[in-house]
């Protein structure tokens, strides 16, 4: 299995609501990523996690909370988000054993579209 | 400072013709370059990864270059098909620090 899942596909939220967003992989990868993505630019990292503890926060927002509840899954918790939050959100994962970015490819899952209201 | 950049910005190409991607990079200490293709409101999917002691790797259609001396990359796409139709990145990681570089991306319209 060389896929990385991400849940939902498409979220709509107001900016009151907590929401979050799921991510899966089964490659036995030990580092596990969040990434933004505006229109027509690069991705943007936002969070690593490297054996299940927060190894890099790019001074992201205390409205974005990730949590990583085992080395399968990634969890971005989303609360009182605004409008410029709206993104694509990817999820990235990869070995650990040559460095976070060393040589290790990562695997990018298809991304949660956020809408904030 | 470490940056990567893309050119053309964006490309229109008819089908079944041949197009290069160039990507040039100021990232030191060099560790290796990627190339990634993303569909509209998809993730990445990589294409090739290179270290500084690959000239050049396939994946079918795909060719990617390295010239490490000048920093710079090439992507080559041989007949191209409808389905090429996407962005193209390219990442470029530097030893110790654990972050990937992105390019804003060459954006690729492949005509019927």
């Known amino acids: 299995d060389t896929e990385v899942t991400q849940t939902p596909k498409h979220l709509v939220m107001g900016m009151t609501n907590k929401k979050s967003l799921k991510c899966e992989q089964h490659?036995?990868?030990?580092?596990m990523y969040w990434y933004k993505q505006k229109a027509k630019k690069p991705p943007e990292l936002m969070f690593v996690?490297?054996?299940?503890?927060?190894?890099i926060n790019e001074s992201v927002p205390s409205r974005f909370s990730p949590e990583c509840p085992n080395s399968s899954l990634l969890n971005l918790h989303l609360h009182a988000l605004q409008p410029e939050d709206s993104a694509l959100y990817l999820c990235?994962?990869?070995?650990?054993?040559?460095?976070?970015?060393?040589?290790?490819?990562?695997?990018f899952g298809p991304g949660t579209r956020l809408t904030v209201l | 400072k470490n940056q990567v950049e893309q050119s053309p910005q964006s490309l229109i190409i008819l089908e079944g013709k041949n197009c290069t991607l160039q990507?040039?990079?100021?990232?030191?200490?060099?560790?290796?370059l990627r190339w990634y293709k993303q569909d509209t409101g998809r993730g990445p999917v990589s294409l090739t990864i290179?270290?500084?002691?690959?000239n050049t790797k396939s994946n079918g259609r795909y060719t990617a270059t390295l010239d490490a001396d000048t920093k710079q990359s090439s992507l080559h796409i041989t007949a191209s098909q409808l389905s090429d139709s996407a962005s193209y990145i390219c990442?470029?990681?530097?030893?110790?620090?654990?972050?990937?570089?992105f390019g804003a991306g060459t954006r690729l319209a492949v005509h019927p």
């Open positions: 990235a994962s990869s070995q650990v054993d040559m460095g976070i970015t060393s040589y290790n490819e990562q695997f």
């Open positions: 490659m036995g990868h030990r580092a």
């Open positions: 996690y490297s054996y299940e503890k927060l190894s």
């Open positions: 990507c040039n990079y100021t990232v030191s200490p060099f560790s290796n």
């Open positions: 290179m270290t500084f002691s690959e």
């Open positions: 990442v470029v990681s530097a030893r110790g620090y654990n972050k990937l570089i």
